[in-house]
């Protein structure tokens, strides 16, 4: 298998909805101690569903591809679509990650749960990305 599949290079070098959402009503903010990779979700979420979505990442180039593949996978979903996605079907959908690279998809499993959970409890996370710059 080669180092990233198709699905990722395409994300990494052309990341949709990346930013933040200025009009977010949920953000969701999770890191790796380990291996130093961060992901925050912005998101408005009106009725149940991810009417807008934005995101930030910090880290490796899969962790920004998984990211960006995120906000494709649950943008006009019902946000409890992202409570029901696991480590393994994130790397399902990026196409395969490499066995040092399958961190990044429990990553965005976890940030994805972290979003329905702020949702559900009215809680936002703050925003360290940018306040590590």
Known sequence: MPRFSP???DHFTNPRNIGQLASANVRAFVG????????LLTAHVSDGIVADL????FGCSASLAVASL?????MGESVNLAGTLDADRIEEL???????QRHVAAL?????HRLVAN???GVSDDDPISCAS
Do not use: E, H, K, Y
């Open 7 to 9: 699905t990722v290079v």
């Open 32 to 39: 790796n101690p380990v291996c130093g990779d961060q992901i």
């Open 54 to 57: 934005r995101f930030q990442a």
């Open 70 to 74: 995120l906000t494709t996978v649950l």
């Open 94 to 100: 990026t196409g395969g990650l490499a066995p040092d």
């Open 108 to 112: 965005a499993a976890d940030v994805a």
């Open 119 to 121: 949702f559900r409890s």
